[in-house]
């Protein structure tokens, strides 16, 4: 009776979670916590969800760096660092590599893993927002964020923020999951996103987290209309590379001036 009461008041409190997450983030605190609490299980769903294809998408993220000898880069959101390992491992010519995250708890793996590859002296992780980037003006070579600007609160201020810390010319690139365009894919997309990612991502690790995923996608910029927020931010975009039939995009801009 007891176990069926802690079930019971489980299920009650993570729906109310769920319920208590706008679609559209308005509270980077709540979104911190969030964060904080699936870390543990973070990398594990990931690479089940997306059928271990996460680290392609960042492989490919990653080719569209620029070369660079001695460039700087700054991965923004940068969850348990994945991003950083994989440009540390594929731009060797960069001399140094920054994480910034607002997750305590994500940064402390992404940490963990640099102390575990000996890469600890070679990589800076540093908590802070994409609204409020605390590094000077023209310190980076390229920003990179990867399925973070979705879950930003202020995601023009960010992209401000971006241009900001860039060097003139520099490069941005963004991956994010977009709804696709064609119907019968956006049904598909639903269906796994709605029905068979919150139960999976529930099992293992938070619902709530795992219900406001699709909801936020669905809540984020159009393709155009993130084209449009890059303009109006001081961007061109220079290249796309769109997988899972629009579902996902890199979208590679530079810094105009
Ligand atoms: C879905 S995870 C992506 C992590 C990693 N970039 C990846 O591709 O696996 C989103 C990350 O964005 C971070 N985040 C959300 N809002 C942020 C903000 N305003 N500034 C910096 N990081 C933020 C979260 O803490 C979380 O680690």
Redesign the pocket.
């Known amino acids: 009776m007891a176990n069926e009461i802690s079930i019971h008041n489980r299920i009650n409190s993570a729906q109310k979670e769920a319920s208590d997450l706008p679609a559209r ?1 308005a509270d ?1 605190g709540q ?2 916590a ?3 609490r699936v ?1 543990p299980r ?2 594990f769903l ?1 690479a089940l969800l997306s059928l271990k294809q ?1 680290q392609r998408w ?1 492989n490919q993220l990653v080719s569209l760096v620029p070369y660079k000898p001695s460039g700087a880069l700054l ?9 950083v390992f994989t440009a540390m491992a594929h731009r060797k010519e960069y001399t140094n590599f920054t994480g ?4 305590g708890e ?2 402390a793996l992404a940490s963990a893993k640099a102390r575990e590859r000996n890469l600890e002296n070679m990589v800076d992780f540093r908590q ?4 409020k980037l605390e590094f000077a003006d023209g310190s980076f070579d390229c920003v ?5 600007l ?4 202020d995601k023009e201020a ?1 992209l401000k923020e971006f241009s900001r810390v860039l060097k003139p010319k520099g490069t941005l690139l963004i ?1 994010e999951f977009f709804t696709p365009r064609l119907n019968i894919m956006a049904k598909a997309f639903d269906l796994y996103f709605h029905h068979i990612l919150p139960v999976i991502g529930g099992l293992f690790s938070d619902r709530a987290a795992y219900t406001y ?1 699709p909801r936020s996608v669905q809540a984020f910029y159009n393709p155009n209309q993130l084209r449009g927020a890059l303009y109006r931010s001081g961007f061109l975009v220079n290249q796309e590379i769109t997988f899972l039939f629009g579902g996902c995009k890199i979208i590679q801009a530079r810094r105009l001036a």
């Open positions: 983030p980077e979104i911190a969030m964060f904080d870390a973070y990398d990931n996460d960042r991965d923004v959101a940068t969850g348990t660092g994945d991003v910034a995250d607002i997750s994500m940064l802070m927002s994409a609204e990179t964020i990867s399925f973070g979705r879950n930003v609160v960010a991956m995923l």
